[in-house]
């Protein structure tokens, strides 16, 4: 896996004295590295999470803990298609093999409360592309 060399070769650069330990203050400063500008405050919460104790430092596994967490994994295909068929289904209670854009919209609203009307018209406008007010699993709307 091409992202664990990356962890391990960012974790290296902080274990200056290859103790395969790194300091709490390193944290912050790798995450940017990988791209993951944090406050502070969120930093020492992710550092709480996977260091149970009070040593200062982060051993490799727990380090890989907390990056874990802004790794987006890659599923199989096959195995993800099957997943949304079946969150389709629950939603398409009357087994139309379509969603209302109604449906939808309550859907993503549910999944992040925080999108704003704006933020689920434009999501709406790009799945539904015709304007049918429908939208099926495959696509077709």
């Given at each position: 896996?091409?992202?664990?060399?990356?962890?391990?070769?960012?974790?290296?650069?902080?274990?200056?004295?290859g103790a395969g330990?790194?300091?709490?203050?390193?944290?912050?400063?790798?995450?940017?590295?990988?791209?993951?500008?944090?406050?502070?405050?969120?930093?020492?919460?992710?550092?709480?999470?996977?260091?149970?104790?009070?040593?200062?430092?982060?051993?490799?596994?727990?380090?890989?803990?907390?990056?874990?967490?802004?790794?987006?994994?890659?599923?199989?295909?096959?195995?993800?298609?099957?997943?949304?068929?079946?969150?389709?289904?629950?939603?398409?209670?009357?087994?139309?093999?379509?969603?209302?854009?109604?449906?939808?919209?309550?859907?993503?609203?549910e999944l992040d409360?925080?999108?704003?009307?704006?933020?689920?018209?434009?999501?709406?406008?790009?799945?539904?592309?015709?304007?049918?007010?429908?939208?099926?699993?495959?696509?077709?709307?």
């Amino acid at each position: 896996m091409p992202f664990l060399s990356v962890l391990r070769n960012a974790f290296k650069a902080f274990d200056h004295d290859g103790a395969g330990w790194i300091e709490h203050a390193d944290v912050s400063s790798i995450l940017e590295i990988l791209g993951q500008k944090l406050e502070p405050p969120a930093v020492k919460a992710l550092i709480k999470e996977v260091d149970k104790g009070t040593t200062g430092k982060l051993d490799f596994s727990q380090f890989c803990k907390l990056a874990a967490r802004f790794i987006e994994v890659e599923e199989d295909v096959g195995a993800l298609q099957n997943e949304l068929k079946e969150a389709f289904r629950v939603y398409d209670k009357e087994g139309k093999g379509y969603l209302t854009v109604a449906t939808l919209r309550g859907i993503l609203h549910e999944l992040d409360d925080k999108l704003s009307n704006q933020d689920l018209d434009m999501i709406i406008e790009e799945i539904d592309a015709d304007g049918s007010g429908t939208v099926d699993f495959d696509g077709k709307e």
